[in-house]
């Protein structure tokens, strides 16, 4: 087999992935005469597959049927592997910069048709690379969105190092976002908007609730805010670590901040990874079906290149994400402070829009919409995506780039530059 040189070479946690699909599949191999029982727990849009099936499944072709997912899944991690695809963006110009920080200018990319137009400071995750918005020229919602004639604006927020040791996210705060925002408004004349993806939805939310007079509109995209629900794996994850109360956790994250520099990449990894255990072994099943030449390959190669490609994160800073808002339920519970104070959604003044995506694992619909309720006159969305999906999936497009674009003009703040002194 081989590996392309500038590819990580497995989806990270991969002996989790592989030991989850054999425990998956033992369970179906055990339960298989079983299968034709009026009270077998079929998922129900498998229901009318399985009554076709007909009584006493033979074990050995269930067997086979397992061995031959296995092998497409190992055939569909190494077609990965060896793919010619790299990504080749070239990035806009950075207008600022601090630490590992960068603000590119999408202004300045040769899709945009307006470099004045409506400035948009996007904020990504802390967790992963930023790029994922500007993923190929195929699926890049920033150029997309300054193609439309706004002027959006990446706080790529790099790889943390000496400058963000010891960071927590009143940092990111204070010392990325404030002056990020600034230089936005200085370069641009006016106020800009805020977009916040994931996590950065929330951060965003959390500076809009802060700094209420410097952002004209706000949007959020897959951001987590109430972490009260028990629903599901994450859900059920969440409760078990408050039962043992946060304090174990605080300690695991300190003793990996003190081994390491920072909580590591793999850390992250393994908690997506239990969020949806089957998910890699049926991806890469799919991917095998796929002719390694097409535009889907490529597309898939991509963005399994992107989640391969993590990023660490200061101790404190995941002491905030895990503990904080994840256990304490700090964000929605008035707990959460950011920049110098606790931050009160009801504060927000800017026209809000929230994306949910109806089939988004990592920020249900039941953590994302609360933020719509709590902020006075948001407006919610519902779209058919996933977490991902909503920024690169088919319907993303369709379903969340425009009407994200129609917001953001129809509530751009108008330029106000300082006009030249009299001579």
């Given at each position: 087999?081989?590996?392309?040189?500038?590819?990580?070479?497995?989806?990270?946690?991969?002996?989790?992935?592989?030991?989850?699909?054999?425990?998956?599949?033992?369970?179906?191999?055990?339960?298989?005469?079983?299968?034709?029982?009026?009270?077998?727990?079929?998922?129900?849009?498998?229901?009318a597959e399985a009554a076709a099936l007909g009584p006493g499944l033979?074990?050995?072709?269930?067997?086979?049927?397992?061995?031959?997912?296995?092998?497409?899944?190992?055939?569909?991690?190494?077609?990965?592997?060896?793919?010619?695809?790299?990504?080749a963006v070239v990035d806009p110009p950075a207008i600022w910069s601090e630490g590992g920080a960068r603000l590119l200018d999408y202004g300045q990319a040769p899709e945009a048709t307006d470099p004045d137009g409506p400035p948009v400071l996007v904020i990504p995750s802390l967790i992963n690379r930023a790029y994922v918005l500007d993923l190929d020229r195929p699926w890049s919602m920033l150029r997309w969105l300054a193609a439309q004639g706004l002027r959006p604006a990446l706080l790529d927020w790099g790889e943390p190092g000496r400058a963000e040791a010891g960071?927590?996210?009143?940092?990111?705060?204070?010392?990325?976002?404030?002056?990020?925002?600034?230089?936005?408004?200085?370069?641009?004349?006016?106020?800009?908007?805020?977009?916040g993806y994931c996590m950065g939805g929330t951060l965003a939310a959390g500076l809009a609730a802060r700094r209420p007079e410097g952002v004209s509109a706000l949007a959020v995209l897959g951001a987590p805010w109430d972490f009260a629900s028990t629903r599901g794996i994450a859900g059920q994850l969440r409760a078990m670590v408050r039962a043992g109360g946060p304090a174990r956790v605080e300690r695991?994250?300190?003793?990996?901040?003190?081994?390491?520099?920072?909580?590591?990449?793999?850390?992250?990894?393994?908690?997506?990874?239990?969020?949806?255990?089957?998910?890699?072994?049926?991806?890469?099943?799919?991917?095998?079906?796929?002719?390694?030449?097409?535009?889907?390959?490529?597309?898939?190669?991509?963005l399994e290149d992107w989640?391969?490609?993590?990023?660490?994160?200061?101790?404190?800073?995941?002491?905030?994400?895990?503990?904080?808002?994840?256990?304490?339920?700090?964000?929605?519970?008035?707990?959460?402070?950011?920049?110098?104070?606790?931050?009160?959604?009801?504060?927000?003044?800017?026209?809000?829009?929230?994306?949910?995506?109806?089939r988004d694992s990592i920020a249900p619909a039941q953590l994302a919409l609360p933020l719509a309720r709590a902020i006075p006159g948001a407006r919610a969305l519902e779209p058919r995506t996933g977490h991902v999906g909503m920024i690169v999936g088919s319907l993303a497009r369709?379903?969340?780039?425009?009407?994200?674009?129609?917001?953001?003009?129809?509530?751009?703040?108008?330029?106000?530059?300082?006009?030249?002194p009299a001579a």
């Amino acid at each position: 087999m081989t590996v392309a040189t500038h590819r990580r070479g497995e989806p990270s946690p991969l002996v989790f992935h592989l030991l989850a699909a054999l425990s998956a599949y033992t369970q179906a191999l055990l339960a298989a005469p079983r299968a034709d029982d009026e009270d077998f727990p079929w998922s129900p849009h498998l229901a009318a597959e399985a009554a076709a099936l007909g009584p006493g499944l033979d074990r050995i072709e269930v067997a086979r049927e397992i061995g031959a997912r296995l092998s497409a899944t190992l055939r569909g991690i190494e077609t990965w592997q060896s793919h010619p695809y790299r990504r080749a963006v070239v990035d806009p110009p950075a207008i600022w910069s601090e630490g590992g920080a960068r603000l590119l200018d999408y202004g300045q990319a040769p899709e945009a048709t307006d470099p004045d137009g409506p400035p948009v400071l996007v904020i990504p995750s802390l967790i992963n690379r930023a790029y994922v918005l500007d993923l190929d020229r195929p699926w890049s919602m920033l150029r997309w969105l300054a193609a439309q004639g706004l002027r959006p604006a990446l706080l790529d927020w790099g790889e943390p190092g000496r400058a963000e040791a010891g960071f927590a996210l009143d940092d990111y705060g204070a010392r990325r976002l404030e002056p990020a925002l600034a230089r936005l408004r200085e370069a641009s004349g006016r106020a800009p908007a805020l977009v916040g993806y994931c996590m950065g939805g929330t951060l965003a939310a959390g500076l809009a609730a802060r700094r209420p007079e410097g952002v004209s509109a706000l949007a959020v995209l897959g951001a987590p805010w109430d972490f009260a629900s028990t629903r599901g794996i994450a859900g059920q994850l969440r409760a078990m670590v408050r039962a043992g109360g946060p304090a174990r956790v605080e300690r695991q994250l300190d003793t990996l901040g003190e081994a390491f520099g920072f909580v590591p990449v793999s850390t992250f990894q393994g908690l997506f990874a239990l969020v949806s255990p089957m998910q890699a072994t049926l991806k890469f099943q799919r991917f095998a079906r796929l002719d390694p030449a097409s535009a889907a390959a490529r597309h898939f190669v991509a963005l399994e290149d992107w989640l391969a490609d993590g990023v660490a994160m200061p101790a404190p800073a995941a002491r905030n994400l895990l503990v904080d808002w994840q256990i304490r339920n700090a964000t929605a519970t008035g707990g959460w402070r950011f920049l110098g104070a606790p931050v009160d959604p009801t504060a927000i003044r800017a026209p809000t829009l929230v994306l949910a995506g109806a089939r988004d694992s990592i920020a249900p619909a039941q953590l994302a919409l609360p933020l719509a309720r709590a902020i006075p006159g948001a407006r919610a969305l519902e779209p058919r995506t996933g977490h991902v999906g909503m920024i690169v999936g088919s319907l993303a497009r369709q379903e969340v780039w425009r009407p994200l674009a129609a917001f953001l003009h129809a509530h751009a703040a108008p330029a106000v530059r300082t006009p030249f002194p009299a001579a």
